[in-house]
């Protein structure tokens, strides 16, 4: 499909059919005496747009805690699973679409169950909790599937690509008991915790600069294609837009991004992204990847009450104006393990979401309205 939307391959001339929607079974009916190589169901899509999405805020039950894992991929092997290592988590299955990278990984981490068909984990009524870590364009299908089946899921960032997908997710979870968290870590990290801890519970508003250093990945790389990786911003600047709305307690209401170059691309990964929150904050995120590998990954700078705070690249944080804070050193620590162990935590004796599914929501939406404002040289309101 990728093929053909990017018109590498011309399948035009095997087209022998168009069949309206309604009519689909003229095609499907009696396929094996059907004289067609290929043909094309057409429809009218649907122009009603939502501006206003309506979020069943839950509390949920206590589970068993049975993981099974979609997606065997590097970030699979050397973050998600050591991390559930130290907790001791119960991992039944793990699934890769080859077999070979979870089975790989199975034997690595005595998991119980490698499979090639990750519906084994969706069918199984052991299994009540799947983390979803596959490329980002899949992110979306299986985390609905998984709702329907009556499964919590964990998907790693970003939860949809696009606006059709995440109002799929919403609909599917405002009819089912279920829990979503998204793998949005930094907020769980032990100096974003002193940070928000430090700026306290009052509704000021806050400024905060933040930068990615993210560095160069070249352009044929899947992150990419706004079909599969949903580009960068999307995809990965998602992480900093959930921690300035974690540290200013507030929402996004609007966004406005900029980028480099004359005539930039969606798919740009060096950009900077404004975003105005309803309590009056604002946040500015530098999405850079054309800066020194030497030079820090990420800064946070917040600026509140003649107070301020620097947090640089996760090991360090210095408060000027703070009582009782003036520095802070530690390993990196981006917050992978709190996020899994609150997770399991929450999945297991109920409660609430670790991350509120209106937050979610909100991040996700906001990083599609950078890509929005953009194309459209705007302010995109996110209502």
């Not at 801890?197 to 930068?211: D, E, V």
């Not at 009582?323 to 109920?350: I, T």
């Not at 599609?368 to 040289?377: D, P, Y």
């Amino acid at each position: 499909m990728n093929a053909i939307s990017k018109k590498t391959i011309d399948v035009s001339s095997l087209i022998t059919d168009r069949v309206p929607l309604n009519d689909y079974q003229n095609i499907y009916g009696d396929m094996s005496n059907s004289k067609s190589i290929a043909s094309i169901l057409e429809y009218t899509p649907s122009e009603e747009q939502k501006n206003n999405i309506e979020i069943v805020n839950k509390s949920f039950q206590g589970k068993k805690g049975v993981i099974g894992i979609i997606g065997a991929g590097n970030f699979t092997g050397a973050t998600i699973l050591p991390n559930l290592k130290k907790i001791n988590a119960n991992i039944k299955y793990i699934a890769s679409s080859g077999g070979l990278s979870s089975t790989i990984l199975a034997k690595k981490y005595n998991i119980a169950n490698s499979t090639s068909d990750y519906h084994q984990i969706l069918n199984d009524n052991d299994v009540d909790l799947v983390l979803v870590t596959t490329q980002h364009h899949m992110h979306a299908k299986m985390t609905i599937e998984a709702i329907n089946a009556g499964k919590s899921v964990f998907v790693e960032k970003p939860l949809a690509i696009n606006q059709k997908e995440l109002y799929q997710i919403i609909d599917a979870y405002n009819v089912n008991n279920v829990n979503i968290t998204v793998g949005f870590n930094r907020r769980f990290a032990p100096l974003a915790k002193k940070m928000k801890k430090a700026l306290g519970s009052s509704t000021t508003p806050i400024n905060i600069i933040a930068t990615m250093n993210a560095g160069f990945i070249p352009k044929n790389v899947w992150i990419h294609d706004m079909e599969v990786g949903g580009g960068r911003i999307i995809g990965e600047a998602c992480h900093y837009i959930d921690l300035c709305s974690y540290l200013s307690g507030s929402k996004v209401i609007s966004v406005c991004m900029n980028a480099m170059g004359k005539n930039p691309e969606e798919s740009t990964d060096n950009a900077s992204i404004l975003l105005k929150y309803e309590n009056g904050s604002n946040a500015v995120i530098n999405y850079f990847a054309n800066g020194s590998k030497s030079y820090s990954k990420e800064r946070l700078e917040v600026y509140s009450q003649e107070r301020t705070l620097v947090m640089d690249n996760w090991r360090t944080l210095k408060g000027f104006g703070f009582k009782g804070l003036s520095s802070s050193k530690s390993g990196q620590n981006k917050g992978h393990f709190n996020q899994f162990q609150e997770l399991l935590y929450q999945q297991e004796n109920g409660g609430d979401p670790i991350i509120p599914i209106d937050e979610i929501v909100n991040t996700t939406r906001a990083s599609f309205a950078a890509i929005e404002s953009l194309k459209e040289s705007k302010w995109i309101s996110i209502k």
